[in-house]
């Protein structure tokens, strides 16, 4: 196993995913998810970003060039967040939605936080 497939495979353990969860959250099937993690292939720069991006990694401390799993320190170390994996999903899927279908979940949203404006005013 390489230090990349080894260390997705634990992030992946340690954010209790399964590579099928793992697979919906990125975009991919369960099956490259364990082909990455066994190290027989390699993910494409972009795919090692997200994948560093949603551990809150450095893509350096994926691919071994370093022991230091911290993405950032100081300023950018305040702004790491917990990754919340339905939400995750829903904004991939967003995002490959069509403009139309957006433009009626605004719309749906606008009516939404009206609803939840109202219930606070009284």
């Known amino acids: 196993m390489s230090v990349l497939g080894y260390r997705l495979k634990k992030l992946r353990e340690k954010h209790n995913l399964t590579q099928e969860r793992a697979g919906e959250i990125f975009g991919l099937t ?6 990455y993690e066994s190290g027989a292939s390699n993910p494409d720069p972009e795919t090692i970003r997200e994948f ?8 350096d401390y994926l691919l071994g060039r370093t022991v230091n799993p911290d993405k ?20 991939k899927e967003l995002k490959n939605a069509p403009k139309e ?6 719309k749906i ?3 939404i936080k ?3 404006n109202q219930t606070n005013e009284e």
């Open 30 to 35: 369960k099956y490259q998810i364990h082909r």
């Open 52 to 59: 560093a991006d949603y551990y809150g990694v450095s893509t």
């Open 72 to 91: 950032a320190t100081g300023e950018e170390h305040a702004q790491k967040e917990e990754h919340d994996p339905e939400l995750d999903v829903l904004i």
């Open 101 to 106: 279908q957006r433009q009626q979940l605004l």
């Open 109 to 111: 949203w606008e009516i």
């Open 114 to 116: 009206g609803k939840g």
